[in-house]
C-alpha cells in the first residue's frame, strides 16, 4: 500500500493522490504476478482482439483503461509492439525467458515472439496511470 501512496485505512479519501512513486513503476514492471498478468493479457489480446494489430492494441487498452485509446497513443503502443517484436525474433531466448515467468502455460497456438511483445505492450498498459487509478 506504500509503494502505491494508498491512504491510510483509518482516514477516509474521497479522491486518491495521483502517484508516480519509483517503488510503484518497479513492482509494476517486475512483480511476477504483474509479468504473468500482462502475458496472458497479451495472449487475450492476440486471441480476442481482432486480426489487425490495431484492433488487437485497442481492445487490450480499452480492457485496461475503460476507454478507446487517442490516435497518437494508439500509434506509439503500435511503434512500442512493432519493435519489441523485431528485437524478440533476432534473440528467442529473451522472448522465452520472458514467457516462462508465471505458472499458467502459455497458449501453444500463438508464436512466442508475438506473445513475447504481447506481453511487453501488456506490461506497459497495466503501468499506466489510468489503469492503476482510476478516476
Known amino acids: 500500500m506504500i509503494a502505491f501512496d494508498a491512504p491510510e485505512r483509518n482516514v477516509c479519501a474521497a479522491r486518491r493522490q495521483s502517484t508516480s512513486t519509483p517503488l510503484q513503476a518497479l513492482a509494476l ?3 511476477t504476478q504483474i509479468v504473468e498478468a500482462a502475458r496472458l493479457l497479451g495472449e487475450r489480446m492476440l486471441k480476442e482482439g481482432g486480426a489487425a494489430l490495431d484492433d488487437q492494441i485497442g481492445w487490450a487498452f480499452r480492457l485496461v483503461t475503460s476507454r478507446h485509446p ?7 503502443l503500435k511503434q512500442l509492439f512493432q519493435e519489441q517484436r523485431e528485437l524478440f525474433a533476432t534473440d528467442q531466448q529473451s ?3 520472458l514467457l516462462a515467468v508465471g505458472e499458467e502455460p502459455n497458449d ?3 508464436s ?3 506473445l513475447a511483445a504481447g506481453t511487453v ?3 506497459a498498459l497495466l503501468n499506466h496511470d489510468e489503469a ?3 478516476r
Do not use: G, I, T
Not at 487517442?70 to 506509439?76: C, D, I, K, N, Q
Open 108 to 110: 501453444p497456438a500463438l
Open 29 to 31: 514492471l517486475n512483480d
Open 95 to 97: 522472448a522465452a525467458k
Open 132 to 134: 492503476v487509478m482510476r
Open 112 to 114: 512466442p515472439v508475438d
Open 121 to 123: 505492450l501488456a506490461e
Open 70 to 76: 487517442a490516435p497518437r497513443e494508439l500509434a506509439l
